[in-house]
Each structure stands twice: as C-alpha cells, then as structure tokens.
C-alpha cells in the first residue's frame, strides 16, 4: 500500500531517535504489541502492524569488531520487514542506488531450519522479505518460544548479525471472529482459522488470504497485494482454492477468484472468465462467463457479451442473456433491468412484472421495494402498488416491518403501508430476533414490533441479533447483551462474536470461548 510505504519510513525515522537512547536492555522474552502507523504529522492513524516497544538483543561481527551489542525491530503486517541497530545507536541502511541483498538463516521453535534472501532496497534502513518468505517467518513467530536468526552480508560474508527471538505467547492475535462454529483470526497481520478448542486448521502464514467457511469450505489464496493506482486502493492478485474443516487443500489454488459456496456451488474465475464448481472442485459449469453470481433459489446469474441471464445447477441456460443487469431471486423473482428500467422474472424467465421502475429491490415478506422519480415505494407478487412510493428511502421487510425514512427521520410501516413506528430515528435497520437497532442523538438501541424502545439508546455501535445474542459497543469497548438489554458479557473487550451457544472474546491480542 502507498500510505504504508509512507509511514514505514516515518516509523523508523522516529525509532531512530528515541531507541538509540535506551541504553542497555536486558535479555528476556520479547512483548509483542499491536502498534499503529502514524501519518504526514507522526499522528497514530487506525493502521496497525505487530512490534515491541523493547529492542531484541543480540550481536554482530564485522572486520572491525567481534561480538557487539546489535538492537533489532521487527515490523510485521502480513509481509516482515527487520530493522538492524549496531551498537545499539547505528542503524544499518542502504546508501547505494541498488539493493543489497543478506543471506537469512532461521531456525524455528522446533529446530528447523529455513533459508531466505532479505534485501535492503535503495535508501532504506530495513530489511524486508517477500510474501513467501514473510508467511515463513510469521508462522515460527505465532508459537511460544525461541526463534533464532543469523544474518550474513552477501557482499560482505564478515558481516554477521546473530539474535533470537524469544515470546512466551508467540505473535498477539490482532482479531478474531467466529462463523459457523469456526474462528477467523489474524496474528501478526497473516489470517488463520482455529475451533473453539484452540486448535488450529490453517496457520497464520500458511496462506495470503483465508476466509470463512462456507458449506464446509473455506476460500485460501497465495498471491500478493498491490496498490491500484486507478482507484487508489489496495487490490489482492493470486490463485485461489478450498480447505476443508480439517485444513486440508481439498480444491488446489488455480483459480483467479472464487466465492464462497452456496446451495453446493462456487463460482470462480480464470483467465477473465466465470464459471462453477461443486464441492469436490469438479467443473460443473466451464469458464465462459464474463461474470457471475451465487446460486439462489436453484438459479445464477450469469453474463455475457454485457448481456445478463440465468443458469441452473447443471448450467444450462434457462433465462436468455438479454437483460442489461439481473439480480438473485428472492421468493420466486428475480430483479432484471432493461432500457434502464427494473422488473421481475420468474423462473420460468417470464417477465411477470414490466421494466417500468427507477430501481428494485428483491421480495421479502411477499413484498419488494421499487423506486419512482426519487420515491420508494412497495409492490406485491403481482406488481400491483400496494404501498405508494412516498419514502425517501426504505430497507426491505423483516418479521413483518420494514425500516422507511421521510424528512431525514426513520420509522416503521406495516404489509399494508401503516406507520406503526414513526420517523423519529436517524438511523434504523432491520429486524432480527423480534428486535431492531435505532440511533437517536448519536446513540443506538433497540425496539420491538411494536415500537417500544426495550433497549436505551446508549450505544455507541449495535449490531443485529442472532441465536437471541448481539454485541454492543460502548467507550471503545464491546460486550454482549440479551433481548431484554441484559448484559452477558460487560463492555470490556475489544471485540465479540457468537455463534450459537458460544461467545468469542477478544482482549489484549488473547482469544477465549466461553458458553452463553
């Protein structure tokens, strides 16, 4: 990332101040910390890399001196950068137009040991590694114990630098969040996957990308991230695959893209184009496609020559490409726009309501919200306007009510279009588990069906219910309360998660499950 490559450099241009002047440290396990990256002014941004505020002590030789006193700081936030401080107050840089390249030896906690190539580019003071080589290093410093490296000038072989690592704890978790029984974290930048016993299935580092389990598969990636000019935002190029809950590569990473599985298919792309495979990584429906979406409801959709259709599980082609846009169906219909217009399909591919609406939404509750010159409103199955379009704006229906906002306020109507909570909130989302989160003067809470505010507005982030649990945010801090607003877990955590009759905490960069 740009800014990263920015404030790298301001990083090390403030330890170069301060650290040389710590005088000696004493030897001992190294405290990892989550620390932030600062911006133009040396302010903390909301970026976060792994470090220690203490140096690691160890020594260099050169052809001046045997044995002295070596300071060494890593940086770590997915790839690992070293910096080296002779004497304690001389950190070692590159003055020269190319890189310098160090041979890396590092044996890890049990005993093994792995070759690299660091490099110093070009007017820098740290040593950096490749993606590849990082994963290495960061998956030997997750686990307690002593890591040991020694660090050979290619150019100058009497320049050594030799230090260990050694942690009690290994790397600090920097997240955790927990879907479908299965905890994603990150340690020290690189994303892994545990149970709820603690047990590890992919082991940060092993992959640039894990994501969440789907059906019993979980997307991994090896690939690098790069900056998009273009945009102006980082983008993550490589080839994807599947583990399974063991962590075991069941489908190999040859693939450019690919989504999570629904209703036992994955889309995924190679070489521009999209195509589907079952659980087994068989190719069910070849990459033809110019782009693609999940199954819903036994159909996807799919395009091709800027024109959008639908296939079914076996791929046939079921809905001619002729639309301009297609959506997921939802209750038997699917959104399509046409002439800039939208309607609905069934799954037939009949046009059961005309392309005559600004925007729509998909059905929920046997209704959909549809758009007309700047105005929402709702129609039913058959497109007959069943609740006009007066809203500025709406969000779908849930447990029989849909959020609707008029004049910058929002409330609640009804099927029928009655106003059964009013547009007094500033924000209002949807209905889960009986309850929806409200902000009112900067706060959020909840209300039931009925408009009754069971939870105060004194929140400063609420989240939706699930499984009769959600997680609150107060002064920087999260816990976890009821649907009545009773507390399960106190807002002391720095995040929560649940997943049926268990609660992730995360604090301090430790993660532990407790029962509801």
């Not at 991230?225 to 695959?241: K, N």
């Not at 639309?323 to 609905?344: I, N």
């Not at 447990?399 to 009804?414: N, S, T, Y």
């Not at 909130?425 to 009112?440: E, H, P, Q, R």
Request: hydrophobic share 35%; with cysteine.
């Amino acid at each position: 990332m740009k800014r990263r490559i920015m404030v790298i450099w301001l990083i090390c241009a403030l330890l170069a101040c301060p650290a040389t002047a710590m005088g000696e440290a004493a030897p001992g396990p190294v405290v990892w910390e989550q620390r932030a990256y600062v911006d133009e002014f040396n302010m903390p941004t909301d970026d976060y890399y792994t470090g220690h505020s203490s140096p690691i002590v160890g020594t260099f030789s050169n052809s001046a001196t045997q044995g002295s006193l070596l300071y060494v700081f890593f940086f770590i936030d997915k790839t690992v950068s070293i910096r080296l401080v002779e004497y304690g107050n001389s950190a070692v840089n590159n003055p020269y137009s190319s890189g310098r390249t160090y041979n890396v030896v590092m044996m890890d906690t049990e005993g093994k040991k792995y070759n690299f190539e660091g490099q110093i580019m070009s007017g820098r003071d740290t040593l950096d590694f490749s993606s590849e080589e990082s994963r290495t290093i960061i998956a030997a410093l997750s686990k307690p114990g002593i890591v040991r490296f020694a660090i050979t000038d290619a150019d100058q072989p009497l320049t050594k630098y030799i230090f260990s690592v050694e942690s009690d704890t290994g790397l600090p978790y920097t997240s955790a969040y927990m879907r479908d029984g299965i905890i994603s974290f990150t340690q020290g930048g690189a994303e892994g996957l545990m149970d709820c016993s603690g047990n590890v299935i992919v082991a940060p580092g092993e992959y640039d990308r894990v994501s969440s389990f789907s059906e019993g598969l979980a997307e991994v990636a090896l690939g690098e991230e790069y900056y998009d000019e273009l945009f102006g935002i980082p983008r993550f190029a490589g080839q994807w695959g599947f583990v399974d809950t063991s962590g075991a590569l069941i489908i190999p990473l040859e693939y450019d893209y690919t989504a999570g599985f629904s209703e036992g298919l994955a889309m995924v792309e190679k070489d521009d184009k999209y195509g589907f495979i079952d659980t087994s990584g068989a190719l069910i429906v070849p990459c033809e496609y110019d782009y693609a979406y999940s199954f819903s409801e036994g159909l996807a959709s799919v395009q091709k020559d800027d024109k959008w259709g639908f296939i079914d599980t076996s791929g046939t082609l079921v809905v001619p490409c002729e639309y301009d846009d297609a959506y997921v169906f939802s209750e038997g219909l699917a959104s399509v726009r046409k002439d800039d217009k939208g309607g609905f399909i069934d799954t037939s591919g009949a046009l059961v309501i005309p392309c005559e609406y600004d925007a729509a939404g998909d059905f929920s509750d046997g209704l959909a919200r549809v758009k007309v010159a700047d105005k929402w409103g709702f129609i039913d199955t058959s497109g007959a306007l069943v609740i006009p379009c007066e809203y500025d704006s709406t969000g779908d229906f849930s447990d029989g009510l849909a959020p609707v906002q008029k004049d910058e306020k929002w409330g609640f109507i009804d099927t029928s279009g009655t106003l059964v909570v009013p547009c007094e909130y500033d924000i209002a989302d949807n209905f889960s588990d009986g309850l929806a989160s409200v902000k009112k003067d900067g706060k959020y809470g909840f209300i039931d069906t009925s408009g009754t505010l069971v939870v105060p507005c004194e929140y400063d982030i609420a989240f939706d219910f699930s499984d009769g649990l959600t997680s609150v945010e107060k002064d920087g801090k999260r816990g976890c309360i009821d649907t009545s607003g009773k507390f399960i877990v106190p807002c002391e955590y720095d995040n929560i998660s649940h997943d049926g009759n268990q609660i992730v905490l995360f604090k301090g960069g430790q993660i532990s499950v407790v029962p509801r």
